[in-house]
């Protein structure tokens, strides 16, 4: 399903891709857990689409629980989690 919504990504096809997202959330979160890096990733991905979508309320929260999740599992100086704060501060300035 992830790698159909980066497809649709592509091409623009926001909604399908949301839809797609969405879905693989949900079984991520059940096999891996909300604190996997897959599962982040995928949270990472769908506000990504959120904000696309003009929904950037909606993206930056779900953006700020995938940075303190990220914070608390990998550390303040993880590559990952800067690269989530500056997505974060970039987002809330579109």
Wanted: positive net charge; charged residues 20%.
């Amino acid at each position: 399903m992830v790698n159909l919504a980066s497809t649709l990504t592509n091409v623009q096809q926001w909604t399908e891709v949301e839809t797609l997202l969405r879905a693989a959330l949900g079984t991520m979160n059940d096999i891996f857990g909300p604190k996997s890096p897959a599962t982040l990733n995928c949270r990472t991905e769908l506000a990504s689409v959120l904000s696309h979508e003009g929904r950037i309320p909606e993206a930056t929260n779900l953006l700020e629980s995938v940075v303190e999740i990220s914070t608390k599992v990998l550390g303040t100086e993880h590559t990952n989690t800067s690269t989530l704060r500056k997505s974060r501060q970039k987002m809330k300035y579109t």
